[in-house]
């Protein structure tokens, strides 16, 4: 069976060939050839045969796979059609994510990037920005505001997931949460169907009233979805809830900020109170995909957003006086304490 050892010649060399290399793994995500690769062992006769593709050419494209360590072969023989593959577990999926239709990535076009491109020297020195036509943080105007909501709602799948997963014992009767930053209320609306007794209030700046005003008129959800209007960063949270959540939020500020509203948090919530903290926390796999945001936020100084290690967390809200903070496991962890 071969390998592929990522020495840095070859991270170099794949680096350099990126643009062709998303080229090949998109081809074979549209084409459906990772659906027959994460079944197999699938011989190269089979593949062939199935998908109507010259063998030759089929084993040197399959080769470029092999290249990025995705696709395994074995071969016992010199005899091209007995070659056999298989993709590496979770394929398809990670391909899906970030050549696939809904991918971020298919928006990245319409960013500033290429303002970047070829000066990060300058950049680097403070010399070039992103222009805030492309990028404005915080969202200043009624259309941009809009515009990073949704966003956001598209980007739910792997928040959902966890939610969903440990929904049961998040949650009890008459409940009442308080969604800090969440958005237009599409997290919100879906956590009020999948638990009839639970209430949510959206917690954002007024500028949001009227998206979470469609959304709940778009799921038919009555008084069971609210909003509050206010500044975190210039007013105490909201109290009277049960829960105060932090979705994608406290990464986007700097860590005297994050501390800041857990502190908040704290004092807002009563005995009993929880608070959820939901991101996307700082490994290597997410590093590496967190590539392009990196990339792109270098000429944007107002926007401090990092991936932090769960650990920040964990130490944190330990320090501030919640007892038993855990992490409970999915596509994106979720951390949880509770006010003594």
Request: with cysteine; proline share 6%; charged share 25%.
């Amino acid at each position: 069976m071969s390998t592929v050892e990522l020495t840095p010649r070859a991270l170099l060399h794949l680096l350099f060939n990126g643009a062709r290399a998303i080229d090949v793994v998109e081809t074979a995500y549209k084409l459906g050839l990772l659906e027959a690769l994460e079944a197999g062992p699938v011989t190269l006769e089979v593949l062939s045969q199935k998908y109507g593709m010259v063998p030759g050419r089929l084993y040197k494209f399959l080769d470029c796979l092999e290249s990025l360590g995705l696709v395994r072969r074995e071969q016992k023989t010199d005899a091209l059609l007995e070659a056999r593959y298989t993709a590496v577990p979770g394929l398809r999926a990670a391909a899906e994510k970030v050549v696939g239709p809904q991918s971020l990535e298919r928006d990245r076009e319409k960013y500033g990037w290429r303002e970047l491109h070829g000066h990060l020297p300058e950049v680097l020195r403070g010399e070039r920005s992103m222009p805030a036509k492309d990028f404005e943080w915080p969202p200043q105007t009624t259309e941009q505001v809009a515009g990073f909501e949704a966003s956001m709602a598209a980007g739910l799948g792997p928040i959902l997931e966890v939610f969903r997963t440990h929904g049961g014992t998040l949650w009890r009767p008459g409940q009442k949460l308080l969604e800090v930053g969440g958005g237009d209320g599409s997290l919100a609306a879906h956590l009020l169907e999948q638990h009839p007794e639970l209430q949510v209030d959206v917690y954002n700046l007024p500028a949001t009233e009227a998206l979470v005003a469609r959304t709940r008129e778009k799921h038919q959800l009555g008084a069971r979805l609210g909003f509050v209007g206010g500044d975190f960063l210039k007013e105490p949270l909201p109290r009277g809830y049960d829960a105060i959540s932090f979705v994608r939020v406290l990464h986007d500020w700097p860590a005297e900020t994050a501390r800041a509203l857990m502190k908040a948090t704290y004092e807002a919530l009563p005995s009993g109170g929880r608070i959820l903290i939901c991101e996307e926390f700082r490994t290597p796999e997410r590093l590496t995909a967190q590539f392009f945001w990196s990339y792109f936020l270098m000429g944007v100084d107002s926007c401090v957003s990092r991936l932090r290690e769960v650990e920040y967390y964990l130490l944190a809200l330990k320090d501030l006086g919640f007892k038993a903070p855990e992490v409970l496991p999915g596509p994106f962890e979720l951390v949880v304490a509770t006010k003594p």
